[in-house]
Protein backbone atom coordinates (compact mmCIF):
# COMPACT_ATOMS: atom_id res chain seq x y z
CA UNK A 1 0.00 0.00 0.00
CA UNK A 2 0.81 3.65 -0.62
CA UNK A 3 -0.07 6.61 0.49
CA UNK A 4 -0.36 9.87 -1.65
CA UNK A 5 -0.96 13.11 0.12
CA UNK A 6 -1.59 16.59 -2.40
CA UNK A 7 -0.95 20.18 -0.92
CA UNK A 8 -0.67 23.13 -2.68
CA UNK A 9 -3.92 23.75 -4.78
CA UNK A 10 -5.48 27.24 -4.08
CA UNK A 11 -7.26 30.56 -6.00
CA UNK A 12 -4.69 31.81 -8.29
CA UNK A 13 -5.01 34.67 -11.14
CA UNK A 14 -4.77 33.97 -14.89
CA UNK A 15 -0.81 34.34 -15.71
CA UNK A 16 -0.09 33.09 -11.90
CA UNK A 17 1.89 30.18 -10.86
CA UNK A 18 1.40 27.38 -8.25
CA UNK A 19 3.24 24.66 -7.04
CA UNK A 20 1.86 21.33 -6.36
CA UNK A 21 3.34 18.76 -3.51
CA UNK A 22 2.62 14.63 -3.42
CA UNK A 23 4.41 13.36 -0.72
CA UNK A 24 4.57 9.68 -0.30
CA UNK A 25 4.11 7.22 2.48
CA UNK A 26 7.40 5.98 1.59
CA UNK A 27 10.17 5.71 -0.93
CA UNK A 28 8.62 4.22 -3.87
CA UNK A 29 9.91 6.11 -6.73
CA UNK A 30 12.48 3.50 -7.73
CA UNK A 31 9.58 1.17 -8.62
CA UNK A 32 7.03 3.54 -9.62
CA UNK A 33 6.15 6.29 -12.01
CA UNK A 34 4.26 9.19 -10.49
CA UNK A 35 1.94 11.26 -12.12
CA UNK A 36 -0.18 14.36 -12.00
CA UNK A 37 -3.83 13.93 -13.44
CA UNK A 38 -6.51 16.49 -13.52
CA UNK A 39 -10.25 16.50 -13.63
CA UNK A 40 -12.30 19.31 -14.01
CA UNK A 41 -16.03 19.78 -13.69
CA UNK A 42 -18.12 17.70 -16.39
CA UNK A 43 -15.20 15.85 -17.82
CA UNK A 44 -12.90 12.80 -17.59
CA UNK A 45 -9.54 12.98 -15.60
CA UNK A 46 -6.51 13.28 -17.86
CA UNK A 47 -2.69 12.79 -17.41
CA UNK A 48 -0.80 16.00 -16.89
CA UNK A 49 2.88 15.12 -16.34
CA UNK A 50 4.39 12.34 -15.56
CA UNK A 51 7.96 10.99 -14.15
CA UNK A 52 8.84 7.27 -15.05
CA UNK A 53 10.94 5.58 -12.14
CA UNK A 54 14.24 6.39 -14.65
CA UNK A 55 13.07 10.22 -14.06
CA UNK A 56 12.65 10.55 -17.64
CA UNK A 57 9.39 13.10 -17.68
CA UNK A 58 6.04 13.24 -20.24
CA UNK A 59 3.49 16.14 -20.57
CA UNK A 60 0.51 16.31 -21.77
CA UNK A 61 0.54 19.11 -25.00
CA UNK A 62 -2.01 21.31 -23.59
CA UNK A 63 0.59 21.87 -20.44
CA UNK A 64 4.32 21.43 -22.31
CA UNK A 65 6.33 24.67 -21.40
CA UNK A 66 4.16 25.69 -18.81
CA UNK A 67 4.04 23.03 -15.99
CA UNK A 68 7.63 20.68 -14.71
CA UNK A 69 7.18 17.86 -12.13
CA UNK A 70 9.95 16.66 -10.30
CA UNK A 71 10.76 14.89 -7.73
CA UNK A 72 13.31 14.63 -4.47
CA UNK A 73 13.73 11.31 -3.86
CA UNK A 74 15.04 12.39 0.04
CA UNK A 75 11.67 13.61 0.80
CA UNK A 76 9.43 11.23 -1.22
CA UNK A 77 7.89 13.66 -2.77
CA UNK A 78 6.98 14.99 -6.36
CA UNK A 79 6.12 18.54 -7.08
CA UNK A 80 3.86 19.84 -9.95
CA UNK A 81 5.53 23.08 -10.81
CA UNK A 82 3.32 25.40 -12.78
CA UNK A 83 3.41 28.61 -14.42
CA UNK A 84 1.37 30.94 -17.01
CA UNK A 85 -1.61 28.98 -15.16
CA UNK A 86 -4.62 29.94 -17.48
CA UNK A 87 -8.29 29.18 -16.71
CA UNK A 88 -8.46 26.03 -18.25
CA UNK A 89 -6.01 24.60 -15.81
CA UNK A 90 -8.95 24.47 -13.50
CA UNK A 91 -9.39 21.54 -12.14
CA UNK A 92 -8.88 18.95 -9.20
CA UNK A 93 -5.54 17.84 -9.60
CA UNK A 94 -4.55 13.86 -8.46
CA UNK A 95 -1.19 12.33 -7.72
CA UNK A 96 -0.70 9.10 -8.74
CA UNK A 97 1.44 6.00 -8.68
CA UNK A 98 1.73 3.40 -10.69
CA UNK A 99 3.69 0.29 -9.87
CA UNK A 100 5.76 -0.67 -12.39
CA UNK A 101 5.74 -4.25 -12.48
CA UNK A 102 2.51 -4.96 -11.29
CA UNK A 103 0.83 -1.53 -13.29
CA UNK A 104 -1.58 -1.41 -9.10
CA UNK A 105 -2.20 2.15 -9.49
CA UNK A 106 -2.80 4.07 -5.89
CA UNK A 107 -4.12 8.25 -5.82
CA UNK A 108 -4.04 10.79 -3.84
CA UNK A 109 -7.29 12.64 -2.58
CA UNK A 110 -6.94 15.81 -4.90
CA UNK A 111 -6.16 19.18 -4.42
CA UNK A 112 -8.29 22.19 -6.29
CA UNK A 113 -6.90 24.41 -8.65
CA UNK A 114 -8.60 27.74 -9.39
CA UNK A 115 -7.77 29.80 -11.89
CA UNK A 116 -9.98 32.99 -12.12
CA UNK A 117 -9.76 36.29 -12.37
Known amino acids: QVQLVESGGGDVQPGGSLRLSCVAS????????MGWYRQAPGKQRELVARISSSASTDYADSVKGRFTISRDNAKTTVYLQMNSLKPEDTAVYYC???????????WGKGTLVTVSS
Open 96 to 106: NAEAVITHAHY
Open 26 to 33: RNIFSIYA
